[in-house]
């Protein structure tokens, strides 16, 4: 089945400590996003790449980075700069970018010990 | 930068049909109206997705008036497994207009036996 896999599903870091979260897909679609949301919240974009090699940040990119070295694969590190990263972090992907409909999966929940 | 307001909660009962609007007063001539629905815990599903009049599917229905500045999600004959949270977005189509879309906080429906 096509689809999106992000793992680990839970994940906890330490202070000072950086972490890599995985999302990878193959749909083919060119664009993928990182999302964080808050408990109660709606989701907020962190960082978008519309092709390969290529990213921008979104309205929370502070304390986070990606990269996007194959179509498929867009993984999110949160740095130790990231001073409060409890959230619940999702992962998308669209054929292009703009509206197209996106496809998210299943998301990754990350604590601080 | 197109914004969209929706009720916080809505209250129904299964069996009933569930109208959530969006009011979008701002949108631009290329953008479209899609709807998402989230499970505690998951990601958003891709509901429905139009540009003006009605668009139907085997999950949902999207009505659009002429002037665009609104939108309506009916979903018939609702099910306790209704009960999500459910975005309303606006954006261009294009890969350049991706910047507008916001997840804000999505109407909490809660569908009671």
């Known amino acids: 089945d096509g689809g999106i896999t992000q793992s680990p599903k839970y994940l906890f870091r330490k202070e000072g400590q950086n972490v890599t979260l995985s999302c990878e897909q193959n749909?083919?679609?060119?664009?993928m996003y990182w999302y964080r949301q808050d408990p109660g919240q709606g989701l907020r974009l962190i960082y978008y790449?519309?092709?390969?090699?290529?990213?921008q940040k979104g309205d929370i990119a502070e304390g986070y980075s990606v990269s996007r070295e194959k179509k498929e694969s867009f993984p999110l590190t949160v740095t130790s700069a990231q001073k409060n990263p409890t959230a619940f972090y999702l992962c998308?992907?669209?054929?292009?970018?703009?509206?197209?409909?996106?496809?998210f999966g299943d998301g990754t929940r990350l604590s601080i010990l | 930068l197109a914004k969209t307001t929706q009720p916080i909660s809505m209250d129904s009962y299964e069996g009933q049909e569930v109208n959530i609007t969006c009011s979008h007063n701002?949108?631009?001539?290329?953008?479209?109206i899609t709807w998402y629905q989230q499970f505690p815990s998951q990601g958003p599903r891709f509901i429905i997705q139009?540009?003006?009049t009605k668009v139907t599917n085997e999950v949902a229905s999207l009505f659009i008036p002429a002037d665009r500045k609104s939108s309506t999600l009916s979903l018939p004959r609702v099910s306790l497994s209704d009960t999500a949270v459910y975005y309303c977005?606006?954006?261009?189509?294009?890969?350049?207009?991706?910047?507008?879309?916001?997840f804000g906080a999505g109407t909490r429906l809660a569908v009671h036996p």
């Open positions: 790449s519309q092709i390969v090699n290529d990213f």
């Open positions: 977005l606006v954006g261009d189509m294009g890969a350049g207009g991706y910047n507008k879309l916001i």
């Open positions: 998308a992907s669209s054929l292009t970018g703009g509206n197209q409909p996106q496809h």
């Open positions: 701002n949108i631009a001539t290329n953008d479209y």
């Open positions: 749909l083919n679609h060119d664009a």
């Open positions: 139009g540009y003006k």
